[in-house]
């Protein structure tokens, strides 16, 4: 029996470009899997599944006012998190491609890690670690 896995998230952005390019640009081996366009209660809205043949992130434009802050107490998503296997290779490509780190995360023995935003929409952390062990990687001190 397959044991269950996050499959999917459903984001809705501003910029749709602009999530694409940065979800591309850190997750390279990644696709846009669909897209379309519906009517999302009234409004046309673009849509698009980002990810592989196991996991996808689905992208909504049309996205309005101010998301609930990374700081704040406010309900909501915080972020959401990658594994890369180069924290400092995807930071750079990040850089080149015109986002900038928001903050370097904290260092553990196994995992390193650093977040960016995506506009003021969504801010995403990005996770190397240098075990392939479950214990070492999911150490907290």
Same mark, same amino acid.
């Given at each position: 029996m397959?044991?269950?896995?996050?499959?999917?998230?459903?984001?809705?952005?501003?910029?749709?470009n602009?999530?694409?390019?940065?979800?591309l640009?850190?997750?390279p081996?990644? /696709?846009?899997r669909?897209?379309? /366009?519906?009517?999302?209660?009234?409004a046309?809205?673009?849509?698009?599944?980002?990810?592989?043949d196991?996991?996808y992130?689905a992208?909504?434009?049309?996205g309005i006012?101010?998301?609930?802050?990374?700081k704040t107490?406010?309900?909501?998503? /915080?972020h959401?998190?990658?594994?890369?296997?180069?924290?400092?290779?995807? /930071?750079?490509?990040l850089?080149?491609?015109?986002?900038?780190?928001?903050?370097d995360?904290g260092t553990?023995a196994?995992?390193?890690?650093?977040?960016f935003?995506?506009?003021?929409?969504i801010?995403?952390?990005?996770?190397e670690?240098?075990?392939?062990?479950?214990?070492?990687?999911?150490?907290?001190?």
């Open positions: 397959e044991q269950a896995y996050l499959e999917h998230a459903n984001i809705t952005v501003s910029d749709l602009r999530a694409v390019h940065f979800i640009t850190a997750i081996h990644w /696709k846009i669909g897209k379309g /366009k519906m009517d999302w209660f009234g046309e809205i673009d849509w698009l599944h980002i990810g592989d196991f996991a992130i992208l909504q434009s049309g006012g101010e998301a609930p802050g990374w107490h406010l309900v909501g998503v /915080k959401l998190g990658f594994v890369v296997q180069s924290l400092a290779q995807t /930071k750079q490509a850089e080149a491609a015109g986002f900038s780190l928001d903050h995360g553990a196994h995992r390193d890690s650093a977040y935003m995506l506009g003021e929409d801010q995403f952390e990005l996770v670690y240098s075990s392939d062990q479950p214990a070492q990687r999911n150490e907290y001190a």
